[in-house]
């Protein structure tokens, strides 16, 4: 699937570029009438790993709803219990629309790049494992080499300071998209009460 837009993280206009990228695909996918719920996949017992719960982390820290959060480092989702903790998202009355992210690996040219695309992703898939589709949008970032049956150990062995500047990036772009997307859906109903 093709990315919707892709950022480098050394590049000084990533932030605002991904966040106004995630606001027009909030409001595109009708997040202006619905709750947002992001999953944050990944372990701490893993650098690379790492990124899907410092993102969710930072969105806590930076005051998002810690419903529309699930995944952070004092509560990981991964694997073992990806399932059980975004089925409620999916039987939920209100329908949220999840925003999956998640770390990856890919080519040497593509480590420190972040993608948002439409469509749910495959977590795990990068270390052999299969596991249900997440989420209607996704952003992940590229935080090394693939290489194939050595992928576990790459993941094991990525700087953490990428992990983390990627997780600073992502958290703020979606923490400020969802609250534009919000900000906007207030004006409206505030200028007919006037």
Known sequence: MRALCEVRRED???LATL???LERELIALGAADRPVAFACIGTDRST???LGPLVGQRLLKLGFDP???IGTLEEPLHALNLEERVQPLRAHPSRPLVVAVDAALGSTAGVGSVNLR???LLPGQGVGKALPAVGELSVTATVNVQAGALDVQILQSTRLYLVQELAELIGVACWW???NV???AVAPAQALAV
């Open 19 to 21: 966040s106004l990228a």
């Open 48 to 50: 690379g790993d790492a």
């Open 177 to 179: 998209a969802h609250r």
């Open 67 to 69: 419903e529309g959060v």
């Open 182 to 184: 919000r900000r906007a």
């Open 118 to 120: 439409r469509g749910g």
């Open 12 to 14: 000084p206009a990533a």
